[in-house]
């Protein structure tokens, strides 16, 4: 069931907020997602205050994790051996509110009036609740909370309490270790939520405390990773602390006063994380260990500065950020609230990962994909370069490690880790895992995307080429030259992992056509003229598979001959993967997510229009969408080849699927990667930008009742304001020299004025229909217990 846009007036449309009029029990978890807020170094659960009125609450830092020993029930050799794990780092958005002797809560007291949001423009978080107190009261309780920018490991809360008369007022703000509590692990369900650890993580390394301030840091077990937290307190009554209670799980101030009618109590909670082991210098050179509560202390800012911070980073942000949608309203919310996702995903994350939930929850516990280079860095790209960058530098830190693993699967180069925390393969099934080569591929596209749009050609000449030259070495020993003279590459998964451990998956080989070309073409003399020549015969000779029947390319050698799916299937036995085992899945005609459509938008100068539709025609009806990743690109595809209806059907699915809770699984942390392809489906996919041609490319596909759609670009130096509406293109440079551009296949320079290029519609061909099998007889048990 929908949430956002099934319930209107408890949600209502701002363009530029996300708003909770009323509080209804039962979706908390899902809410402290949509509601959280973060930096991309720290992140905090949009939680209620109150324990009782809190889900999943809990605070991140990326990077920050757990390792431990994966224990195979049947090892092997190369098997991934190190689990790793984002942690819950002690959260500091406790309250426990108490009037004229009554605990406020939402799920116990008497609620007279409630409203929650958070503001894109700044970043900032604010609920207000009016309570009807037993003792007759009406108390108005405001949280108001933000995290930093300038300083990344800072956090803000207020807390106001107001009363219509006088009222004794009993407030703990309170620091606790959630890791360390007792939970149910859910990953025994579903392999997509985070679990949990047997027995203690955190392990106290400093605790002091007094007269409202707490210095406190711990250590992971088994990483030895550390986390220092400082926290003081101000109030506008200058009140004492009642008592400052220090504990290992539990720390807390405490105040008691009287409120009166016309002083409100105004409580600010200045909050600093750090992470890691900082050092000083010694007076002899060397250097000594310092607690990272210490540096938690030197980065501590008041309460106003930290919302001024956030404040000045998202009227930036948006001053280039912003898409901007005439005549479609609701639609402009949800676009907002996704850029402002990629946004508090990726801001300060620094030479780091971007994690599969960003630090909204804990999600895929905290691992960093292949979706950050196909999805997120798009996005980043074009509107961040800086951090786009970071990102590949982390890549590159990750190359020593890549390395050796390469060394144990018996290849050349460097093969990264499927998913990781720390460099080291944690995927525990490699079927669905190591076995997706192709993360060495969207590692070299996005890399050489990067150096494309940016033109940073120190970039190129040291990082991207030692990226592209290394992965480029795997793909040539991984496959081979047959006996057909093709190059062949076998025994591996792509995208889609209903299908696994095949030959000569479409998606990995044009991937890796084109890994092997970009690092072939680089001038390198790390590069030798004879593996030069491999890697070129290898691209040219690449087996595509091709059924000529169909006259459609194959998801893989086999695919075609694979028993159809039923599609009689009931929903409630999606998605696939939480309800039959894998070998059913695997020798079935069913796809999770976009394979050969997603190499034919990436790819896109290798496919003709023709092979580009009866590619989507065929595939898109098998396509289950159990993945968050394959609406945006399924969108994409079908506004390419002309199916105006399909590409806004897929593109609204995507841009929903956390605010409606589509995948049923939003309580772990915001899609982040569906978040970017929604920027892609906007850019990509209905104003038509290709890139890494020979100049950027528009093909533009506004949907029918679009008003217009209005964009920029950070390309090569310069500031690209788009615009589009159904008959014109306008393109105007807000910063920089002249740019070649091609509109459907004509060049064009945009240079001191506004280019206007007038547009044609675009015919919507008839799709083709391919013949279905009859339904499958081999999962009776579907209908059985349907």
């Known amino acids: 069931m929908a949430l956002i846009?099934?319930?209107?007036?408890?949600?209502?449309?701002?363009?530029?907020?996300?708003?909770?009029?009323?509080?209804?029990?039962?979706?908390?978890?899902?809410?402290?997602?949509?509601f959280a807020l973060g930096n991309g170094h720290l992140g905090i659960r949009g939680a209620h205050w109150a324990a009782a009125d809190s889900d999943l609450p809990g605070s991140f830092i990326n990077g920050f994790h757990e390792i431990w020993d994966i224990k195979h029930a049947e090892n092997a050799f190369g098997f991934a051996r190190t689990g790793q794990r984002i942690l819950y780092i002690p959260d500091v958005n406790n309250f426990t509110v108490i009037i004229d002797g009554e605990t406020l809560s939402?799920?116990?007291?008497?609620?007279?009036?409630?409203?929650?949001?958070?503001?894109?423009?700044?970043?900032?978080?604010?609920?207000?609740?009016?309570?009807?107190?037993?003792?007759?009261?009406?108390?108005?309780?405001?949280?108001?909370?933000?995290?930093?920018?300038?300083?990344?490991?800072?956090?803000?809360?207020?807390?106001?309490?107001?009363?219509d008369r006088d009222v004794s007022a009993d407030v703990t703000s309170s620091v606790i270790n959630r890791q360390d509590q007792a939970v149910e692990d859910h990953s025994e369900h579903d392999p997509r939520r985070a679990g949990r650890h047997a027995g203690r993580v955190l392990l106290p390394v400093r605790l002091d405390g007094g007269d409202g301030s707490l210095r406190l840091s711990w250590e992971a077990a088994e990483s030895r990773q550390r986390v220092g937290l400082a926290v003081d307190h101000w109030t506008s009554a200058e009140v004492q602390p009642f008592d400052t209670l220090v504990d290992q799980d539990d720390s807390s101030v405490r105040y008691v006063l009287a409120v009166g009618a016309d002083q409100p109590f105004l409580l600010e909670k200045s909050v600093s994380y750090a992470m890691g082991r900082a050092f000083r210098e010694g007076a002899g050179g060397g250097g000594t260990p310092q607690d990272p509560s210490e540096a938690a202390e030197e980065g501590l800012r008041t309460v106003g500065e930290?919302?001024?911070?956030?404040?000045?980073?998202?009227?930036?942000?948006?001053?280039?950020?912003d898409i901007v949608l005439g005549g479609q309203p609701e639609l402009q919310q949800a676009i907002r609230w996704n850029l402002f996702q990629l946004a508090q995903a990726t801001a300060c994350a620094n030479v780091a990962g971007i994690p599969a939930k960003g630090v909204s929850g804990s999600g895929y516990e905290g691992h960093y994909f292949w979706d950050q280079e196909v999805y997120l860095l798009p996005y980043l790209t074009y509107s961040n370069p800086g951090n786009a960058r970071q990102v590949l530098e982390f890549r590159h830190e990750m190359l020593p490690d890549a390395k050796v693993r390469a060394k144990e699967l018996s290849v050349d180069g460097a093969l990264f880790p499927w998913r990781t925390i720390n460099g080291l393969e944690a995927s525990a099934y490699y079927a669905a895992g190591t076995a997706q080569f192709h993360i060495a591929a969207a590692i070299a596209f996005a890399t050489n995307r990067y150096i494309w749009a940016s033109g940073d050609a120190g970039f190129k000449a040291g990082m991207g080429a030692e990226l592209l030259i290394e992965t480029a070495r795997m793909w040539a020993s991984l496959g081979f030259f047959g006996k057909d003279g093709q190059f062949h590459i076998h025994g591996v998964t792509g995208p889609d992992e209903y299908t696994a451990v095949v030959n000569d998956n479409l998606y990995t080989n044009v991937m890796a056509r084109f890994n092997l070309r970009a690092a072939a073409a680089l001038d390198h003399p790390g590069i030798e003229d004879a593996e030069r020549q491999l890697w070129e015969q290898a691209a040219n000779r690449m087996q595509l598979p091709f059924d000529e029947d169909l006259q459609v390319y194959s998801q893989d050698n086999d695919f075609m001959t694979l028993e159809p799916w039923d599609w009689t299937t009931p929903r409630s036995k999606y998605p696939l993967l939480l309800n039959f085992h894998p070998l059913v899945i695997y020798r079935h005609q069913v796809l999770k997510q976009a394979d050969t459509v997603l190499a034919m938008f990436l790819q896109w100068q290798d496919f003709t229009v023709e092979e580009k539709r009866r590619a989507f025609d065929f595939y898109d009806p098998i396509t289950t969408g159990d993945s968050t990743l394959s609406a945006c690109v399924?969108?994409?595809?079908?506004?390419?080849?002309?199916?105006?209806?399909?590409?806004?059907?897929?593109?609204?699915?995507?841009?929903?699927?956390?605010?409606?809770?589509?995948?049923?699984?939003?309580?772990?942390?915001?899609?982040?990667?569906?978040?970017?392809?929604?920027?892609?489906?906007l850019v990509s996919g209905?104003?038509?930008?290709?890139?890494?041609?020979?100049?950027?490319?528009?093909?533009?596909?506004?949907?029918?009742?679009?008003?217009?759609?209005?964009?920029?670009?950070?390309?090569?130096?310069?500031?690209?304001?788009?615009?589009l509406e159904q008959e014109f293109l306008a393109l105007t440079l807000r910063e920089g020299e002249a740019l070649d551009v091609s509109v459907r296949g004509k060049l064009y320079t945009v240079g001191a004025g506004t280019l206007r290029v007038e547009l044609k519609p675009v015919d919507s061909p008839e799709p083709t229909v391919f013949p279905s099998g009859p339904p499958t007889a081999s999962i009776p048990i579907v209908r059985a217990h349907a």
């Open 5 to 34: 846009t099934s319930d209107r007036a408890r949600f209502p449309n701002d363009p530029w907020k996300l708003v909770e009029t009323v509080h209804v029990a039962g979706d908390a978890g899902t809410l402290e997602t949509l």
């Open 106 to 163: 939402l799920s116990e007291s008497t609620v007279l009036d409630y409203r929650r949001s958070v503001d894109f423009a700044t970043g900032i978080y604010e609920c207000r609740i009016s309570w009807q107190c037993r003792s007759g009261a009406t108390v108005t309780t405001t949280e108001r909370r933000a995290v930093g920018f300038q300083t990344r490991g800072s956090m803000g809360i207020s807390l106001e309490l107001a009363a």
């Open 306 to 321: 930290i919302f001024a911070e956030s404040e000045a980073h998202y009227r930036d942000y948006w001053a280039t950020t």
């Open 634 to 681: 399924q969108g994409i595809m079908a506004a390419e080849v002309g199916y105006g209806q399909a590409a806004l059907d897929h593109f609204t699915h995507a841009l929903y699927i956390d605010l409606d809770d589509t995948h049923g699984n939003t309580i772990d942390g915001v899609h982040i990667a569906s978040a970017g392809g929604v920027w892609s489906s």
């Open 686 to 723: 209905f104003a038509g930008l290709r890139d890494q041609g020979a100049v950027p490319f528009f093909d533009p596909r506004l949907p029918a009742g679009w008003g217009s759609l209005s964009f920029h670009l950070k390309m090569q130096g310069r500031l690209l304001f788009v615009e």
